[in-house]
């Protein structure tokens, strides 16, 4: 019988821009895990760039397929997980998270957030709204990324310290 249990996979939320991405991949190099990021997963699984699955089959497609390559990858042990901006406010993706993970909100101040995301044109949730539109949209999400672990308020603070931080959590558990 195998009695060491590994720990919860640790799972990076929060919107576009946020460097879901780039702070997972050297979390994961650091704690020696895995990494996946549910984006690469959809893009690797369908041969298709998101902002083309968005503009040949539409938000529903995309958000059904991002749920079950979610939901798979979740299972795996040992792993970093970031999800794209709108996976945590799927209903059943939160649910398994709340369940088996921990949840790392990366909180940045909206102005950050619109430069960035401005600057890429890749975004099709966005690429058509306005500041302010984009400004109500990271509020409304604000509400439910609340509902992760734990809150990184990354303004004002470097990579390593982030890392270190999150690191330095995630290790008391
Ligand atoms: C989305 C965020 C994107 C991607 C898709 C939809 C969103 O991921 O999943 O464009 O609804 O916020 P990133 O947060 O990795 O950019």
Redesign the pocket.
């Known amino acids: 019988m195998n009695l060491i249990k590994s720990k919860k996979n640790l799972v990076l939320i ?5 460097g ?2 780039h702070l997972g991949a050297n979390l994961a190099k650091k704690l020696e895990y895995k990494f996946y ?3 690469h997963l ?1 893009e690797n699984q369908t041969n298709l760039k ?2 083309k699955i ?1 503009s040949d089959f539409g938000e529903k497609y ?1 958000r059904d397929l ?1 749920e079950k390559i979610t939901l798979d990858v979740l299972r795996k042990k040992n792993s970093v997980i ?6 945590y ?1 799927n209903h059943e993706i939160r649910k398994f998270i709340k369940l088996s993970c921990f949840t790392v909100w990366l909180k940045w101040d909206s102005k950050t957030l619109i430069d960035r ?1 401005k600057r890429n044109k ?5 690429c058509n709204m306005k500041n302010l539109e984009i400004k109500k949209l990271i509020e409304r ?1 604000a509400k439910i990324y609340a509902q992760s672990n734990i809150k990184i308020n990354c303004e004002g603070k470097s990579k390593k310290n982030i890392i270190n931080r999150i690191i330095e959590l995630y290790e008391k558990l």
Do not use: A, Q, W, Y
């Open positions: 929060g919107m576009m821009g946020s879901k991405t990021d549910t984006d959809i998101i902002s968005f995309f991002e970031s999800l794209g901006g709108g996976g406010l995301v890749n975004r099709p949730i966005i999400r």
